[in-house]
């Protein structure tokens, strides 16, 4: 999730806070103080950090389907800490679906053309399993021994 974007699942329906509740500066700043409290509480309990790389050529590729699997493994797998992030393009739009896993304090392992069926696989051997995925993890950015992802 992008630093200053709102978590879509705790938006109303039409994606808007409701704009009258917010009547003074006061309401504003405990707004925002609730939204940064979150924002900690979520980072601090994750033990796990996975970033899907949601930029308009990720999109095209595929990026909106490796999410939803990603989510959908899991709530069928009722994995706990693991917080869920999205951002935009890093330019590496060949590799396009990316990916970017990181447990605990462990460097993190960018995996590149995540199909749906690899980021169940990811999340089932990576996030659950604590094994990175080397077959699918992009060169210099991935764990030892990790080789170029099959095509």
Not at 108 to 126: D, K, L, S
Request: charged share 25%.
């Amino acid at each position: 999730m992008n630093a200053g974007a709102a978590d879509p699942a705790e938006m109303p329906a039409g994606g808007r806070r409701n704009v009258e509740a917010i009547k003074s500066i006061q309401d504003l700043q405990r707004i925002r103080a609730e939204a940064l409290e979150k924002r900690r509480a979520k980072t601090t309990a994750s033990r796990v950090q996975v970033t899907v790389f949601m930029g308009t050529c990720g999109i095209a590729a595929g990026a909106r389907d490796a999410m939803r699997a990603i989510l959908e493994a899991i709530e069928a797998e009722k994995l706990e800490g693991i917080l869920v992030r999205q951002t935009g393009c890093i330019g590496q739009c060949t590799w396009e679906p990316l990916v970017e896993v990181t447990v605990a304090d462990a460097p993190p392992v960018r995996y590149g053309r995540v199909t749906p069926g690899r980021a169940a696989r990811i999340m089932r051997e990576h996030v659950a399993g604590g094994t990175a995925v080397a077959e699918f993890a992009i060169p210099g950015f991935c764990a030892p021994g990790a080789q170029k992802p099959n095509s």
